[in-house]
């Protein structure tokens, strides 16, 4: 079945660091993967995106990889700072029914210390 | 610019009781309306969407029900709420998806509204 996964449950960086989060997907017909940045007591907020037919793409500060032939997608994040202290979702598009519905992975805690 | 509301922010419920959870959209016509449950410590869960007013889809069988009385208005009710039915319940809303079914937007969530059921 369809799912989206993630290496690692928690993860703790230095402030000025870079960061590295890790995504497992299985759907191999998703057409785009999404990061989303979740602060405590919010909702989600769009990071960055992925096209299928893309390896990377870079938006401000962020860095989204994909190797389809692995199923692996991570979000890199340089010069960590604490206000990127959040959990971060990935997510795929699968289609069902006429529409795109996200699937999200259970999310993985970017913890940053001074 | 379009903003999303949801209301109450949080809701403190015995088991049995009623539920209801309002969703608005303003700034936009005709969006995608969905409805998640985020479970603590956990991802999203889709539990509803909706194309338009009074076209509702259920992704999970549950005791929740979903309504879309107008357009930018979703809810989002129970009849008899479960232990089970505790979590963080996120709106969102979209630009219908145009382009064939290789093509996506973006979803935009709320604020949320942190249910605690005892």
């Known amino acids: 079945g369809e799912s989206v996964g993630l290496h690692l449950p928690t993860l703790s960086v230095q402030e000025g660091d870079n960061s590295i989060i890790n995504c497992a997907y299985s759907n191999s017909a998703s057409d785009y993967f999404i990061w989303y940045k979740q602060e405590s007591g919010k909702g989600p907020q769009f990071i960055i995106d992925?096209?299928?037919?893309?390896d990377k793409r870079q938006g401000q500060r962020v860095t989204v990889l994909l190797n389809k032939t692995v199923k692996h997608l991570s979000l890199q994040i340089a010069a960590t700072q604490p206000g990127d202290s959040a959990v971060y979702f990935c997510a795929e598009i699968a289609s069902s029914g006429g529409y795109n519905k996200l699937i999200f992975g259970a999310g993985t805690r970017l913890a940053v210390h001074p | 610019s379009q903003t999303i509301h949801q209301w109450p922010a949080t809701l403190v419920q015995p088991v049995g009781s009623p539920l209801s959870l309002e969703c608005t959209v303003e700034?936009?016509?005709?969006?995608?309306l969905y409805w998640y449950r985020q479970a603590a410590g956990r991802g999203l869960q889709l539990l509803f969407y909706s194309v338009g007013i009074g076209q509702i889809s259920s992704e999970v069988p549950q005791n929740l029900s979903a309504s879309r009385p107008q357009d930018r208005q979703f809810i989002l009710s129970s009849k008899k709420l479960l232990l089970s039915d505790s979590g963080f319940y996120l709106c969102a809303w979209s630009i219908p998806r145009s382009g064939g079914p290789s093509s996506y937007n973006e979803q935009f969530f709320g604020p949320g509204t942190r249910l605690t059921v005892l």
């Open positions: 700034g936009t016509s005709n969006p995608n």
């Open positions: 992925i096209r299928s037919n893309m």
